[in-house]
């Protein structure tokens, strides 16, 4: 049986997207005996209420963190005043599904392409027009895309994710999870420096 590290993110986490460069370099050094496999942990439910100022405060906080912690990380602050934010990441989470349900590799594209719509260009993926406009820019069959995003089947696999995640003890994004056998090992997440990471693995393997 293949070890399997997991990979726990929210499309919308801001710490995911500071991680993703690092995360790529360790994903192409993992030893052949390791398979990863993306699994989403869903930071916040579906809402339509507008996100508080100091949950604003909040968020906006972190990314100046993240800006002084991974070099080269940079926002786009525009998105608070462009945009109506609310604390809702459920349906990113879903247009990632809704993506993978046309050919797997969609689960990266389509968490880049929200990421990059949310940090660089002050667009809001929590609202299904967004994600329903990033899926055509990523080529994919609209109308079945359309119909996925709000469809049970996606709602099921997403609720899945949720509990396989919680199963995992992964309360944080991004989470690094090592699965031997009957076995789990948090992988503490090193945000500059994948080779630490690739060390601990190794040792546990």
Same mark, same amino acid.
């Given at each position: 049986?293949?070890?399997?590290?997991?990979?726990?993110? *929210?499309?919308?986490?801001?710490?995911?997207?500071?991680?993703?460069?690092?995360?790529?370099?360790?994903?192409?050094?993992?030893?052949?005996?390791?398979?990863?496999?993306?699994?989403?942990?869903?930071?916040?439910?579906?809402?339509?209420?507008?996100?508080?100022? =100091?949950?604003?405060?909040?968020?906006?906080?972190?990314?100046?963190?993240?800006?002084?912690?991974?070099?080269?990380?940079?926002?786009?602050? *525009?998105?608070?005043?462009?945009?109506?934010?609310?604390?809702?990441?459920?349906?990113?989470?879903?247009?990632?599904?809704? =993506?993978?349900?046309?050919?797997?590799?969609?689960?990266?594209?389509?968490?880049?392409?929200?990421?990059?719509?949310?940090?660089?260009?002050?667009?809001?993926?929590?609202?299904?027009?967004?994600?329903?406009?990033? =899926?055509?820019?990523?080529?994919?069959?609209?109308?079945?895309?359309?119909?996925?995003?709000?469809?049970?089947?996606?709602?099921?696999?997403?609720?899945?994710?949720?509990?396989?995640?919680?199963?995992?003890? =992964?309360?944080?994004?991004?989470?690094?999870?090592?699965?031997?056998?009957?076995?789990?090992?948090?992988?503490?997440?090193?945000?500059?420096?994948?080779?630490?990471?690739?060390?601990?693995?190794?040792?546990?393997?």
């Amino acid at each position: 049986m293949k070890s399997i590290l997991y990979y726990v993110h *929210d499309p919308m986490c801001s710490w995911c997207w500071g991680f993703s460069r690092t995360l790529s370099r360790l994903l192409k050094s993992l030893p052949e005996s390791v398979k990863s496999k993306r699994l989403l942990g869903g930071l916040a439910a579906d809402s339509d209420q507008p996100m508080s100022h =100091a949950m604003q405060e909040q968020i906006k906080s972190n990314w100046l963190r993240i800006e002084d912690t991974i070099p080269g990380v940079k926002f786009n602050y *525009d998105f608070w005043t462009k945009t109506q934010p609310r604390r809702s990441t459920y349906p990113a989470c879903r247009a990632v599904i809704a =993506a993978r349900l046309q050919n797997k590799e969609n689960d990266e594209a389509m968490t880049k392409a929200i990421q990059r719509a949310y940090y660089q260009q002050a667009r809001n993926p929590s609202d299904n027009a967004t994600l329903i406009e990033l =899926a055509s820019e990523l080529g994919l069959n609209i109308a079945d895309f359309k119909k996925d995003l709000i469809s049970e089947k996606v709602e099921n696999e997403l609720q899945n994710e949720l509990t396989l995640s919680r199963e995992l003890f =992964a309360e944080s994004y991004p989470d690094l999870v090592l699965q031997l056998e009957n076995e789990i090992f948090s992988i503490p997440i090193n945000y500059n420096n994948s080779e630490v990471m690739l060390a601990q693995i190794k040792s546990l393997i």
